[in-house]
């Protein structure tokens, strides 16, 4: 079993960066390929970025391409979401997610979920 702690949400203003982490309890966290999901208000959950288990490659949603940084830490159990040039259409709940199939850009079939952390970026 794992359970994945997500931390460093907040009330940014626009143009302002805050670093999302996510933090895993159990000793395989790094057979699991690290994704971050979000959802707004009356939206559906969206991928936001990925990581392969070895961290070798990385995956964007085009709306945070070149502003978002996703990255590993496996000795510290810990993944990190970097977000820079925060825009208003950012706001939402930042979810961390673990899947043992990789990355995969539907919220589904993933074996571990965060609670959530809010993002809101005001204009």
């Known amino acids: 079993q794992v359970q994945l702690l997500e931390s460093g949400g907040g009330l940014v203003q626009a143009g302002g960066s805050l670093r999302l982490s996510c933090a895993a309890s159990?000793?395989?966290?790094?057979?699991?390929?690290i994704c971050w999901f979000r959802q707004a208000p009356g939206k559906e959950r969206e991928f936001v970025a990925g990581?392969?288990?070895?961290?070798?490659?990385?995956y964007y949603a085009d709306s945070v391409k070149g502003r978002f940084t996703i990255s590993r830490d496996n000795a510290e159990n810990t993944g990190y979401l970097q977000m820079n040039s925060l825009k208003p259409e950012d706001t939402a709940v930042y979810y961390c997610?673990?899947?043992?199939?990789?990355?995969?850009?539907?919220?589904?079939?993933?074996?571990?979920w965060g609670q959530g952390t809010q993002v809101t970026v005001s204009s």
């Open positions: 997610a673990l899947n043992s199939w990789g990355v995969q850009l539907a919220p589904r079939g993933y074996d571990y």
């Open positions: 159990g000793r395989t966290f790094s057979s699991y390929a």
């Open positions: 990581i392969r288990w070895s961290g070798s490659s990385t």
